[in-house]
T-cell receptor, first 113, second 119 residues
Framework: DGGITQSPKYLFRKEGQNVTLSCEQNLNHDAMYWYRQDPGQGLRLIYYSQIVNDFQKGDIAEGYSVSREKKESFPLTVTSAQKNPTAFYLC????????????FGDGTRLSIL | AQKVTQAQTEISVVEKEDVTLDCVYETRDTTYYLFWYKQPPSGELVFLIRRNSFDEQNEISGRYSWNFQKSTSSFNFTITASQVVDSAVYFCALTSTWESGGSNYKLTFGKGTLLTVNP
């Protein structure tokens, strides 16, 4: 079935550690996104990529990094510079123009040990 | 900057009641798109509807209906005869051409409304 796969579902990070969240899609979508969700805050855009080898910062990119080497993959690294990384992270993709509906994965919940 | 306000943080109803979720948006652009998404307890967001700024026609899909009014910058969502399976967080979202740098890729979400439907 076509969709977006995020892994792992739960992730724990030690202080000072970088961690990478995986996002893979088989929908043949050009655009991919990473969002952060905190309780009562809705979703906030971290990074997005309209095409392979290109990506743009969203509203809260500090402390995060991404790469887009393949159309189907858009991994997110939470660096040690992100001082408050505990949150629910959602990956999404969309086809064609940016106003197309976004399709979401099941999310990764990141916690600090 | 574009903004979406969902003033209702939580709503609780009894099954079969009708419920309306409010969404008010702000944008300086004349071309924009509005969305509603549902987030069940599993966490994945599910797309419900998209409406562009040039189409003020209301839409009905089964028990769901949407009322788009540009005059009041609102895009409200009504569930008729609610069911327990409707329990979820519902998000309204907006993207506008100019405020997204011409690409419409930057989607701004409201903070969501938690709907609980009790049996």
């Amino acid at each position: 079935d076509g969709g977006i796969t995020q892994s792992p579902k739960y992730l724990f990070r030690k202080e000072g550690q970088n961690v990478t969240l995986s996002c893979e899609q088989n929908l043949n979508h050009d655009a991919m996104y990473w969002y952060r969700q905190d309780p009562g805050q809705g979703l906030r855009l971290i990074y997005y990529s309209q095409i392979v080898n290109d990506f743009q910062k969203g509203d809260i990119a500090e402390g995060y990094s991404v790469s887009r080497e393949k159309k189907e993959s858009f991994p997110l690294t939470v660096t040690s510079a992100q001082k408050n990384p505990t949150a629910f992270y959602l990956c999404a993709s969309s086809g064609g123009a940016g106003y197309q509906p976004q399709h979401f994965g099941d999310g990764t919940r990141l916690s600090i040990l | 900057a574009q903004k979406v306000t969902q003033a209702q943080t939580e709503i609780s109803v009894v099954e079969k009641e009708d419920v309306t979720l409010d969404c008010v948006y702000e944008t300086r652009d004349t071309t924009y798109y509005l969305f509603w998404y549902k987030q069940p307890p599993s966490g994945e967001l599910v797309f419900l509807i998209r409406r562009n700024s040039f189409d003020e026609q209301n839409e009905i899909s089964g028990r769901y209906s949407w009322n788009f009014q540009k005059s009041t910058s609102s895009f409200n969502f009504t569930i008729t005869a609610s069911q327990v399976v409707d329990s979820a967080v519902y998000f309204c979202a907006l993207t506008s051409t100019w405020e997204s740098g011409g690409s419409n890729y930057k989607l701004t979400f409201g903070k969501g409304t938690l709907l609980t439907v009790n049996p």
